[in-house]
């Protein structure tokens, strides 16, 4: 089944300039803003700027360009954040929620970057 990108999704309408964003870094084909419900200090999304539903669309079918230019755009945002264990920060968890099974609810692929304090475990054993 082909990836069906919603051009309405809150991502893209941040994209095209429709709503406003607290943008950490901007690259020619990626985004970083602060989470609007941060769940940490440090809550930071990073998008492609692409028309991407979910990591594995992006990572199928994103050009050589985009996918490096979204890599390195996440390693600026841990050393902007002063997350990266490289540069004298603590550290981070990313996540990248895709699908139903995923809890995504925005359908445009982003990576959370999570930091600023202790996350605990990555999942709990339980099935909630
Ligand atoms: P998901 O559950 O899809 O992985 O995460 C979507 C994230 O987008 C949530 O953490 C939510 O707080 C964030 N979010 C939803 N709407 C907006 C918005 O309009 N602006 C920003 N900056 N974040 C948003």
């Given at each position: ?6 051009d ?68 600026e ?11 004298g ?40």
């Amino acid at each position: 089944m082909p990836y069906d990108y919603d051009d309405q999704n809150i991502f893209a309408k941040i994209l095209r300039g429709e709503i406003p964003n607290d943008t950490v870094f901007e690259s020619e084909h990626t985004l970083a803003f602060k989470d609007i419900e941060p769940l940490a200090p440090v809550h930071v999304l990073v998008i492609p700027k692409g028309r991407y539903v979910s990591h594995d669309h992006f990572t199928a079918e994103a050009s050589d360009a985009e996918i490096l230019d979204f890599m390195r755009a996440t390693a600026e945002v841990c050393r902007i954040t002063g997350v990266s264990p490289g540069n004298g920060g603590d550290g981070f968890r990313t996540i990248s929620n895709a699908g139903e099974n995923g809890v995504q609810e925005v359908p445009h692929f982003h990576l959370h970057i999570l930091g600023g304090r202790h996350l605990g475990r990555m999942l709990s054993r339980k099935d909630d």
